[in-house]
Every structure is written in C-alpha cells, then in structure tokens.
C-alpha cells in the first residue's frame, strides 16, 4: 500500500470532506438510520467480497488507485480508527481528533493489512462495524450532538459517524462494486 501520510495536507483533508458531503448530499433519502446505513454497508462489503477471484484482488485498480485488496486494508483502517472517533467524541472522552497523525498509523497498519486475506480483511471490519453499532444503539441524542474539533472542522460525534465513517466506507464500497463489476442496478444513483 502507497505511503501517503508525508503528502497529505490539510487542503486533501478539506477535499476529502467535500468528497464525502457531495456524496451525502447525492444520495436517495431512503430515512435509514446510522446504525441501518453501517449495518447496510458491512453486508454489502460481505457481498462484495464474494466477487473477488483468488488472486485478483491484488490487480491494479482500473484507472490507477488502491486495488481491491489495499481498499479493504483502508476500509478496516478507517472503521477502525473513525468507530473510535464517533465513540471518544460521543462519550466526551475527546474534544479534538487530530487527523493527521492517524495517516500515519494508516500507512503502517494498511502495510500489514495489505497482506491479509480480503475475507479476513471483511471479517476484522465487520467486527468493527459491530462495535460501532452496539455503541451507537446505547448513546442517546445528547452523546451523538457532543462537538470535537477534527482537523480544521468541527463535527459532532453524528457527522464523524455518517460522513467520515459511514459515506466514506459506501464510497469505498462503491469502488469495489464498479471495479468488480458487481453492482446493482438499484445502486447507482443519478
């Protein structure tokens, strides 16, 4: 998996966030929950999966990027480390996750996932998933509204869930279905 963590600056973080805003801004208003919208995602990426020939996921993505192997490394990471941030914002443990060094950790944790099965990649995600979703049942309204400083942004413990976690990992999930070829009719939006 490429180092990306010494070229990354704010102005990518900022890009990422429009990417992720877009993206929710764009998608059908089906009135799914948080916890729908991760549960949904995490089945989804166990159907994904399925499409992977052995050996295949370690192709070069068409058009350059990550190969499906290396985005399922990156959706670990990121179920990983934003689950946390959702929970440590919502339960008032930290009022500001510096992002920045959490690319670090990326590139080293996504060296060694990169070498892991994509079944056992899903599996360590859905896990993830789980746990995000079992916190996510128990907070109430107040925990989800708490605000922590993430970056240059200010979100709420919600927003980190939906936007940079759960978007995120439907935009990845996305990404996998295009560049396998498996997705649904119903999955495209317009």
Not at 4 to 10: A, C, G, K, L, Y
Not at 66 to 75: G, S
Not at 83 to 94: D, K, L, P, R, Y
Not at 130 to 139: G, N, P, R
Request: aromatic content about 6%; charged content about 25%; proline content about 4%.
């Amino acid at each position: 998996m490429e180092i990306e963590s010494p070229n990354f600056t704010e102005d990518d973080l900022r890009a990422f966030v429009d990417e992720v805003v877009a993206y929710e801004r764009s998608r059908p208003k089906d009135g799914l929950t948080l916890v729908e919208r991760l549960e949904a995602a995490s089945r989804r990426l166990g159907e994904v999966v399925a499409y992977i020939a052995p050996g295949a996921d370690r192709n070069p993505a068409p058009g350059g990027g990550w190969n499906a192997r290396e985005t399922l490394a990156h959706i670990v990471l990121v179920s990983q480390v934003l689950g946390w941030a959702t929970w440590a914002v919502a339960s008032g443990e930290q009022k500001e996750i510096t992002i920045m060094s959490f690319l670090s950790l990326r590139d080293i944790a996504g060296d060694h996932f990169s070498k892991v099965s994509p079944r056992e990649l899903v599996e360590i995600a859905q896990a993830e998933h789980l746990s995000t979703i079992e916190y996510l049942c128990m907070a109430d309204a107040e925990a989800l509204a708490r605000r922590a400083r993430v970056g240059p942004f200010d979100f709420s413990a919600e927003e980190i869930g939906r936007l940079l976690l759960c978007a995120h990992i439907e935009l990845h999930i996305e990404q996998l279905e295009s560049a396998l070829g498996t997705r649904r009719r119903s999955d495209v939006t317009t």
